[in-house]
Each structure stands twice: as C-alpha cells, then as structure tokens.
C-alpha cells in the first residue's frame, strides 16, 4: 500500500473513532421556577436550547434536574452536581464552584447569557429607584430566595421579603400589599406583566434597571479538578453557540410576543 494511501486510512480511521466516542455525561441542575424566555416547564426556553446545541458541538451529554434554587447550588457545593446552570457571578459562590475566570473575574465572554433585573411597583405608589439610591421604600420588597439581588437590596439598606418563589407570587403579594415593591429579572417580570391584564392593569416597571449581570455555567470543584479540559471546551464553546443561526432563531422565536 502506497504512502499516502496509508495515512489517509489511519486519518479516516481516527476520525471514525473520535465520532463514535460516547458523549460525557454532565450532572447539571437548574432553578425550578419558571424565568422566561430562559426556562419554561417542560424544558423549554432559551438556557435549554443553549445547552442542547452545546451537546452537539462538544460531544456531551447533559443530565438536568431541576431544584429549589438555593438547594441547587448547595448540592453543588457538596459535589453532588457537576454543575449549575446560570448562575450570576458572587465571590462566595466560589467556595462551592468554579466560574471561567480571567485573572481575578468571569470572563463574561464566556457567560451562557446576559440580563438586568428591574424594580416594579404599583403604579402611582412611591417607591423609586434613580439608578444609584432608592427612594420612597416604606416596607418589604419582594424578591426571590437565592437570587443574586436579594444582597444588593439588603446593602442598600431595604428589608427584603423572600417568601415568594415565583415572579408571578412575588406580583400577586404587591398586588395584595404585602410588599411594596418587587425585583426581578426584567425580562421574567415583563412576561407575567404582559400574561396577566391584573398585573399589567396595575404593576409598572420602573427605569434604569437595577443592575445588569452575566450568567455562567458554574462547574462544581470536584467535576473541574475531575475534567478540567471538558470543563474549557464547555465554556470555550459558549461564544460560538449563541452567535449561532440556530441559537438566534430560538432566540427571536422565543422574544415574540
């Protein structure tokens, strides 16, 4: 057998064999409450198509489980997940996880997706927010347990009320005047407002946001010393992915009214 007739078999027999492979599996979990347009009941939503076309791309296989949020990134702290599934950054979280860091922060590069979170109140009530200091918070605002802006609300001096899991709740407990005002992700809270004409009768949403936030798959610390390499190829191959035409397609599908 020729030379060249030679190595283009082993190339075809390599290639062959890197195809057959079988996917490496990764334990995720994720919040089991509804975030619109990331997660619907039913495994629809925007996180769920990024996940499986990053299946496809990096030859992996992803178990998914949902949980009560902050029980998700407990169990990702006693290892019992290889990871967590948009998870805004927090330096304490990095005693249960590993973010895809450059130097000292996330490299927001390699976020799985991006989003604010916004104040709503009643409309013509009080409460304001200018951007840098609240004004006009005269008892509980509503936010959900384990979410990232719980602490920047107890910073800013706010007593937080944290007993409702949902968006939904969390809107109906300012209806009922249990809170004053609600923070949530800007694009969950507009999507109940626009589904409920007693919210969107009722509720606005007030403007600049509160903060704007990258959402990153956060590894546990067993799966990366475990997988390191696996652990890059995932979070290297984030860009291209949501850059992709079927991943825009999803998107602009799940955006429309």
């Known amino acids: 057998m020729r030379l060249s007739s030679l190595l283009t078999l082993l190339t075809s027999l390599l290639l062959t064999t890197a195809q057959a492979a079988p996917p490496a599996t990764v334990r995720l979990c994720y919040d089991q409450e509804d975030v619109y347009p990331w997660r619907v009941k039913g495994g629809q939503g925007l996180d769920f198509t990024l996940l499986k076309l990053l299946e496809g791309r990096v030859n992996v296989h992803f178990e998914l489980q949902a949980l009560p949020w902050k029980r998700?990134?407990?169990?990702?702290g006693e290892n019992r997940h290889d990871g967590a599934v948009a998870a805004s950054f927090r330096p304490e979280r990095m005693e249960?996880?590993?973010?895809?860091?450059?130097?000292?922060?996330?490299?927001?590069?390699?976020?799985?997706?991006?989003?604010?979170?916004?104040?709503?109140r009643l409309k013509g009530s009080t409460p304001s927010w200018d951007g840098k200091r609240f004004s006009g918070i005269e008892g509980n605002v509503g936010a959900q347990a384990g979410y990232?802006?719980?602490?920047?609300?107890k910073t800013a001096g706010l007593s937080v009320d944290t007993g409702a899991a949902s968006a939904d709740d969390n809107l109906r407990k300012l209806l009922l005047g249990r809170v004053v005002a609600?923070?949530?992700?800007?694009?969950?809270?507009?999507a109940s407002i626009a589904a409920n004409p007693e919210f969107s009768a009722r509720i606005e949403r007030l403007y600049p946001p509160l903060t704007e936030r990258a959402y990153y798959l956060l590894f546990s610390?067993?799966?990366y010393a475990r997988d390191e390499a696996l652990a890059q190829r995932i979070w290297q191959a984030?860009?291209?992915?949501?850059?992709?035409?079927?991943?825009?397609?999803?998107?602009?599908?799940?955006?429309?009214?």
């Open 72 to 76: 998700c990134l407990l169990e990702l």
């Open 96 to 120: 249960v996880g590993v973010y895809p860091m450059v130097g000292s922060v996330p490299d927001t590069n390699l976020r799985m997706r991006a989003e604010s979170y916004s104040l709503f």
């Open 221 to 223: 610390k067993s799966f």
């Open 182 to 190: 609600v923070a949530l992700l800007s694009s969950e809270g507009d």
């Open 148 to 153: 990232s802006i719980v602490e920047q609300l």
């Open 238 to 257: 984030l860009p291209t992915v949501r850059d992709s035409a079927d991943y825009k397609r999803a998107e602009a599908a799940m955006r429309q009214p």
